[in-house]
């Protein structure tokens, strides 16, 4: 089992940024991926960034050049750093683990940007 603990939400102003941590704990493998989704309130939920055990990274189109995914393994904690927010960006955002067999979500963090 593995539980995930988000923290960094917040309001923030359009242009802001904000930080997002979310750390593991429990029966983590070495290999895994971990990421965040976000969702807005009336639609899908969609992967943001995720990064893999061994730091390669993907983000999203909307995302890219804003925003950056970054672990530390030691710490098993996943970072999102978003900078340049925008009102588009408000939404509950999840931490995402993912290894061989099993997912896990966290339980979400409010991100609302204002104009």
């Known amino acids: 089992q593995v539980q995930l603990v988000e923290s960094g939400g917040g309001l923030v102003q359009a242009g802001g940024s904000l930080r997002l941590s979310c750390a593991a704990s429990g029966s983590i493998l070495k290999i895994n991926v971990m990421g965040w989704y976000h969702q807005a309130h009336g639609k899908q939920r969609e992967l943001v960034a995720s990064?893999?055990?061994?730091?390669?990274?993907n983000y999203a189109d909307s995302v890219k050049g804003r925003f950056t995914i970054s672990r530390d393994n030691a710490k098993n904690t996943v970072y999102l750093q978003m900078n340049s927010l925008k009102p588009e960006d408000t939404a509950v955002y999840f931490c995402?683990?993912?290894?061989?067999?099993?997912?896990?979500w966290g339980q979400g963090t409010q991100v609302t940007v204002s104009s």
């Open positions: 995402y683990y993912r290894q061989v067999g099993r997912e896990y």
């Open positions: 990064i893999t055990s061994g730091g390669g990274a």
